[in-house]
Protein backbone atom coordinates (compact mmCIF):
# COMPACT_ATOMS: atom_id res chain seq x y z
CA UNK A 1 0.00 0.00 0.00
CA UNK A 2 1.22 3.62 -0.87
CA UNK A 3 2.55 5.84 1.70
CA UNK A 4 -0.65 7.83 0.14
CA UNK A 5 -3.30 5.81 0.21
CA UNK A 6 -6.05 6.80 3.26
CA UNK A 7 -9.49 5.66 3.95
CA UNK A 8 -12.19 7.20 5.52
CA UNK A 9 -11.89 6.71 9.97
CA UNK A 10 -14.50 4.68 11.60
CA UNK A 11 -14.78 3.48 15.45
CA UNK A 12 -15.42 -0.58 16.07
CA UNK A 13 -17.96 -1.50 18.61
CA UNK A 14 -16.06 -3.44 21.83
CA UNK A 15 -18.18 -6.62 21.06
CA UNK A 16 -16.25 -7.18 18.43
CA UNK A 17 -13.12 -8.53 20.42
CA UNK A 18 -15.39 -11.01 21.73
CA UNK A 19 -16.47 -12.60 17.99
CA UNK A 20 -14.60 -15.44 16.75
CA UNK A 21 -11.07 -15.87 15.71
CA UNK A 22 -9.89 -17.42 12.84
CA UNK A 23 -6.03 -18.23 12.24
CA UNK A 24 -4.33 -16.67 9.13
CA UNK A 25 -2.96 -19.77 8.58
CA UNK A 26 -6.09 -21.25 7.56
CA UNK A 27 -5.75 -19.29 3.96
CA UNK A 28 -4.87 -22.04 1.53
CA UNK A 29 -1.80 -19.90 -0.15
CA UNK A 30 -0.24 -18.77 3.39
CA UNK A 31 3.24 -20.08 3.20
CA UNK A 32 3.54 -22.18 6.78
CA UNK A 33 6.77 -20.06 7.47
CA UNK A 34 5.06 -16.75 7.47
CA UNK A 35 4.41 -14.12 10.66
CA UNK A 36 1.42 -13.31 11.05
CA UNK A 37 -1.29 -12.24 13.25
CA UNK A 38 -4.86 -13.79 13.01
CA UNK A 39 -8.14 -12.40 11.18
CA UNK A 40 -11.52 -12.43 13.16
CA UNK A 41 -15.33 -11.38 11.80
CA UNK A 42 -16.09 -8.07 12.56
CA UNK A 43 -12.32 -7.10 12.51
CA UNK A 44 -11.82 -3.63 10.02
CA UNK A 45 -10.28 -4.44 7.02
CA UNK A 46 -9.32 -1.26 4.69
CA UNK A 47 -8.81 -2.31 0.80
CA UNK A 48 -7.41 -0.31 -2.32
CA UNK A 49 -6.91 -1.48 -5.87
CA UNK A 50 -3.39 -1.76 -6.79
CA UNK A 51 -4.81 0.13 -10.30
CA UNK A 52 -6.64 3.15 -10.03
CA UNK A 53 -7.78 5.29 -6.45
CA UNK A 54 -11.01 2.88 -5.62
CA UNK A 55 -10.57 2.05 -1.69
CA UNK A 56 -13.16 1.11 0.73
CA UNK A 57 -13.48 0.29 4.12
CA UNK A 58 -15.35 -2.41 5.80
CA UNK A 59 -15.73 -5.52 8.06
CA UNK A 60 -14.99 -8.83 7.76
CA UNK A 61 -18.62 -10.53 7.78
CA UNK A 62 -17.35 -14.34 6.40
CA UNK A 63 -14.42 -15.75 5.97
CA UNK A 64 -13.18 -19.36 4.60
CA UNK A 65 -10.09 -21.09 3.77
CA UNK A 66 -10.19 -19.22 0.37
CA UNK A 67 -12.44 -16.52 0.56
CA UNK A 68 -13.22 -13.45 2.47
CA UNK A 69 -16.26 -11.63 2.49
CA UNK A 70 -16.18 -7.50 3.45
CA UNK A 71 -19.37 -5.57 5.10
CA UNK A 72 -20.14 -2.35 5.75
CA UNK A 73 -19.03 -0.38 8.80
CA UNK A 74 -21.90 1.29 10.91
CA UNK A 75 -22.81 4.58 9.59
CA UNK A 76 -21.52 3.65 6.37
CA UNK A 77 -24.49 3.73 3.66
CA UNK A 78 -22.47 1.77 0.67
CA UNK A 79 -19.54 1.02 -0.79
CA UNK A 80 -17.70 1.78 -3.92
CA UNK A 81 -17.72 -0.83 -6.68
CA UNK A 82 -14.60 -3.03 -7.79
CA UNK A 83 -14.04 -4.35 -11.25
CA UNK A 84 -14.44 -8.20 -10.46
CA UNK A 85 -10.85 -9.71 -10.63
CA UNK A 86 -9.03 -6.80 -10.07
CA UNK A 87 -6.08 -6.97 -7.42
CA UNK A 88 -6.78 -5.66 -4.40
CA UNK A 89 -4.82 -4.63 -1.63
CA UNK A 90 -5.66 -5.22 2.36
CA UNK A 91 -4.60 -4.16 5.31
CA UNK A 92 -5.81 -4.49 9.52
CA UNK A 93 -4.62 -4.58 12.79
CA UNK A 94 -5.38 -8.30 14.74
CA UNK A 95 -6.18 -8.49 18.57
CA UNK A 96 -2.68 -8.70 19.32
CA UNK A 97 -1.80 -5.35 17.95
CA UNK A 98 -0.16 -7.25 14.80
CA UNK A 99 -0.70 -5.58 11.45
CA UNK A 100 -1.90 -7.85 8.88
CA UNK A 101 -1.33 -7.27 5.04
CA UNK A 102 -2.98 -9.09 2.34
CA UNK A 103 -3.31 -9.48 -1.80
CA UNK A 104 -6.53 -10.92 -2.95
CA UNK A 105 -8.72 -10.61 -6.44
CA UNK A 106 -12.13 -9.23 -6.12
CA UNK A 107 -14.91 -12.20 -6.94
CA UNK A 108 -18.02 -10.13 -6.30
CA UNK A 109 -18.15 -6.21 -5.74
CA UNK A 110 -21.66 -4.56 -4.97
CA UNK A 111 -23.14 -1.43 -3.23
CA UNK A 112 -23.64 -3.96 0.13
CA UNK A 113 -21.13 -6.57 0.08
CA UNK A 114 -17.54 -7.12 -0.84
CA UNK A 115 -16.16 -10.70 -1.51
CA UNK A 116 -12.32 -11.48 -1.77
CA UNK A 117 -10.58 -14.59 -3.74
CA UNK A 118 -7.49 -16.16 -3.83
CA UNK A 119 -6.03 -14.21 -0.68
CA UNK A 120 -2.32 -14.22 0.11
CA UNK A 121 -1.29 -12.83 3.74
CA UNK A 122 1.82 -11.56 3.84
CA UNK A 123 4.46 -11.31 6.83
CA UNK A 124 4.31 -9.34 9.63
CA UNK A 125 8.27 -9.31 9.97
CA UNK A 126 8.54 -7.78 6.10
CA UNK A 127 5.25 -5.75 6.68
CA UNK A 128 4.79 -4.25 9.53
CA UNK A 129 5.68 -0.68 8.53
CA UNK A 130 3.21 -0.86 5.40
CA UNK A 131 -0.15 -0.69 7.52
CA UNK A 132 -1.02 2.99 7.61
CA UNK A 133 -3.98 4.42 9.54
CA UNK A 134 -6.05 6.92 7.79
CA UNK A 135 -6.60 9.99 10.43
CA UNK A 136 -6.56 13.69 10.68
CA UNK A 137 -4.64 15.30 13.23
CA UNK A 138 -2.94 18.69 13.42
CA UNK A 139 0.51 18.14 12.71
CA UNK A 140 3.26 20.44 13.18
CA UNK A 141 6.40 20.82 10.70
CA UNK A 142 9.85 22.61 12.03
CA UNK A 143 13.17 22.76 10.18
CA UNK A 144 15.84 20.36 11.12
CA UNK A 145 18.12 22.67 12.93
CA UNK A 146 15.05 24.20 15.11
CA UNK A 147 15.95 21.80 17.64
CA UNK A 148 13.63 23.68 20.16
CA UNK A 149 10.43 23.64 17.62
CA UNK A 150 10.18 27.63 18.21
CA UNK A 151 8.96 28.05 14.66
CA UNK A 152 5.92 25.95 13.63
CA UNK A 153 4.39 25.15 10.21
CA UNK A 154 0.79 23.96 11.01
CA UNK A 155 -0.42 21.01 8.70
CA UNK A 156 -3.13 18.25 8.36
CA UNK A 157 -2.23 14.66 8.95
CA UNK A 158 -3.65 12.13 6.73
CA UNK A 159 -2.32 9.03 7.49
CA UNK A 160 0.52 7.37 9.71
CA UNK A 161 2.26 4.18 10.17
CA UNK A 162 5.66 3.10 12.70
CA UNK A 163 6.88 3.31 9.33
CA UNK A 164 6.11 7.57 8.35
CA UNK A 165 3.04 9.78 7.38
CA UNK A 166 1.29 11.74 5.18
CA UNK A 167 0.50 15.28 5.49
CA UNK A 168 -1.31 18.19 3.82
CA UNK A 169 0.44 21.63 4.02
CA UNK A 170 0.33 24.76 2.14
CA UNK A 171 4.19 25.15 2.53
CA UNK A 172 6.49 24.26 0.25
CA UNK A 173 9.12 21.44 0.77
CA UNK A 174 11.55 19.90 -1.84
CA UNK A 175 11.79 15.93 -1.57
CA UNK A 176 15.08 14.89 0.58
CA UNK A 177 14.57 17.45 3.00
CA UNK A 178 14.67 16.47 6.63
CA UNK A 179 12.39 18.07 9.28
CA UNK A 180 11.46 17.43 12.27
CA UNK A 181 7.43 16.39 12.72
CA UNK A 182 5.23 16.69 15.75
CA UNK A 183 1.98 14.96 15.76
CA UNK A 184 -1.23 14.85 18.24
CA UNK A 185 -3.58 12.06 18.02
CA UNK A 186 -6.13 12.52 20.52
CA UNK A 187 -5.75 12.71 23.31
CA UNK A 188 -2.14 10.67 23.36
CA UNK A 189 0.96 12.98 24.44
CA UNK A 190 2.14 14.69 21.15
CA UNK A 191 4.45 12.37 19.43
CA UNK A 192 7.92 13.84 17.81
CA UNK A 193 9.88 12.34 15.07
CA UNK A 194 12.76 13.07 12.92
CA UNK A 195 11.78 12.60 8.74
CA UNK A 196 12.42 12.77 5.51
CA UNK A 197 10.64 13.60 2.58
CA UNK A 198 10.31 11.07 0.29
CA UNK A 199 7.36 12.44 -1.83
CA UNK A 200 5.43 15.79 -3.18
CA UNK A 201 2.41 15.60 -4.83
CA UNK A 202 0.43 18.82 -5.37
CA UNK A 203 -2.95 17.94 -4.56
CA UNK A 204 -4.80 20.96 -5.08
CA UNK A 205 -4.00 24.42 -5.96
CA UNK A 206 -1.68 25.64 -3.25
CA UNK A 207 -2.00 22.29 -0.60
CA UNK A 208 0.99 19.85 -1.11
CA UNK A 209 0.59 16.22 0.31
CA UNK A 210 4.01 15.25 1.87
CA UNK A 211 5.02 11.37 2.30
CA UNK A 212 7.33 11.16 4.66
CA UNK A 213 9.77 8.67 6.21
CA UNK A 214 10.30 8.47 9.77
CA UNK A 215 13.83 8.24 11.12
CA UNK A 216 14.22 4.54 12.49
CA UNK A 217 12.50 3.46 15.68
CA UNK A 218 13.51 1.09 18.36
CA UNK A 219 10.98 -1.82 19.47
CA UNK A 220 10.01 -0.75 22.08
CA UNK A 221 8.54 2.79 19.87
CA UNK A 222 7.54 0.39 17.08
CA UNK A 223 5.32 -1.65 19.74
CA UNK A 224 4.04 1.49 21.28
CA UNK A 225 2.98 3.97 18.28
CA UNK A 226 1.77 0.20 17.05
CA UNK A 227 -0.61 0.58 20.34
CA UNK A 228 -1.46 3.21 19.88
CA UNK A 229 -2.75 3.59 15.80
CA UNK A 230 -4.73 0.11 17.46
CA UNK A 231 -6.68 1.92 20.06
CA UNK A 232 -7.44 4.77 17.64
CA UNK A 233 -8.73 2.11 15.10
CA UNK A 234 -10.92 0.38 17.41
CA UNK A 235 -12.09 3.70 19.50
CA UNK A 236 -10.63 2.55 22.66
CA UNK A 237 -9.53 5.39 24.85
CA UNK A 238 -6.05 5.37 26.99
CA UNK A 239 -4.26 8.41 28.01
CA UNK A 240 -0.90 6.58 28.57
CA UNK A 241 0.93 5.01 25.27
CA UNK A 242 3.93 7.30 24.22
CA UNK A 243 7.39 5.71 25.06
CA UNK A 244 10.20 7.31 27.46
CA UNK A 245 13.05 6.24 25.10
CA UNK A 246 14.35 7.54 21.68
CA UNK A 247 13.81 10.22 19.45
CA UNK A 248 9.57 10.58 20.51
Known amino acids: ?35 TGELFKGMRIDAVAKEGNTQLSGRIAELTNDTLTLGRLPGELSFKIFPLGAGVSLSGYDKKLIPISLSAEVAESTRTSFKLKNLRIESHAENRDTFRLPFTAPVSLYRKEDAHLKNPEECQLINISTGGCCIQSEYI ?9 RVK ?15 CVEHAPGQFWYGILFAQLTEQEITALNKTLYNLQMGIKETRIRSDEGHW
Do not use: K
Open 1 to 35: MGIFSFFSREEDDDDELEQETVSSSAVSRQPESAL
Open 185 to 199: LEEYAPLNFLGQIVR
Open 173 to 181: HMEDEVLRI
